[in-house]
């Protein structure tokens, strides 16, 4: 019997506008997975992976030694701590599959749709945990599949972390997200955000992120206009991959005292 491919929805940015900036992938599915690999991403609206993604077949004694190996370090203690089970499972695996991408900016958001086409695929054939290391988070297959498998396209923020910590300043937090990167866009970054503001800020967040996604940029010395905020919110452009709180680049803004 001929599996027949379902008919992939669009995922167009409407915003989009020409850019050298690069969107990264990256996901490990933890399971044990034949030696020659054949994925059944059709029956996800996908035709595999897409031009400029890697997958590799690992031992997972083998990438634990690798200094990167996301169940150990820092990471691994989070995903440890925010997924006990799931985590155990990683662990006992005997294989991982590591899928890494980089692209040019585009219009179109057809390589991610296709790239997670392809680790829904991987969870039917063995996977039993995918971790998502751009926003520290760690799936057993069926919580991967309900977070990330909706209908026309899981919605930006289900492609984002987006984290609140307490400044030293009583009664200050900085608001931040992590994962952007997968759609080529800085994370976000709002300092000095009083606590009484704290819902509303992550509300501006969650927008800035659905924007990104859909295409749009910040320019360089913008400033946001925010009801409530006299002279609004000044944006500056910083950082880059190796910035350890969002291994991104970044747009910054203070709100006010």
């Known amino acids: 019997m001929t599996e027949t491919t379902p008919q992939a929805a669009e995922w167009p940015r409407p915003y989009w506008k020409p850019s050298d900036e690069q969107a990264v992938l990256l996901f490990f599915v933890f399971g044990a997975f034949a030696e020659d690999l054949a994925i059944p991403a059709a029956r996800y609206g996908s035709p595999g992976l897409p031009e400029g993604v890697e997958l590799q077949r690992f031992q997972n004694t083998v990438l634990a030694r690798w200094e990167g190996y996301p169940l150990s370090g820092a990471l691994g203690e989070l995903l440890r701590e925010d997924n006990p089970e ?29 790239t997670l086409g392809v680790v829904a695929a991987l969870t039917d054939i063995g996977g039993k945990a995918v971790v998502d290391p751009q926003i520290l988070s760690l ?6 599949r309900e977070h990330y498998l909706v209908q026309g396209g899981a919605p930006p923020r289900h492609h984002v972390l987006i984290l609140c910590s307490p400044e030293e300043t009583k009664g200050r937090s900085w608001i931040r997200t992590r994962g952007m990167r997968k759609f080529g866009r800085p994370d976000v ?3 000095n955000v009083p606590d009484r503001e704290i819902d509303r800020a992550g509300a501006l967040a969650e927008r800035f992120v659905e924007l990104g996604a859909l295409g749009a940029h910040f320019d360089p010395a913008q400033t946001i206009e925010v009801d409530g905020v006299p002279g609004g919110l000044a944006v500056t452009l910083s950082g880059n991959e190796e910035d350890p709180a969002f291994n991104n680049s970044h747009a910054d803004m203070r709100w006010p005292d």
Request: no cysteine; glycine share 6%; charged share 30%.
């Open 86 to 114: 799931a985590f155990q499972a990683a662990k006992a695996a005997p294989h991982v599959v590591a899928i890494r991408g980089r692209f040019a900016d585009r219009d179109r958001l057809d390589y991610l749709r296709d």
């Open 139 to 144: 799936f057993d297959a069926a919580g991967w």
């Open 189 to 191: 970054s709002l300092v």
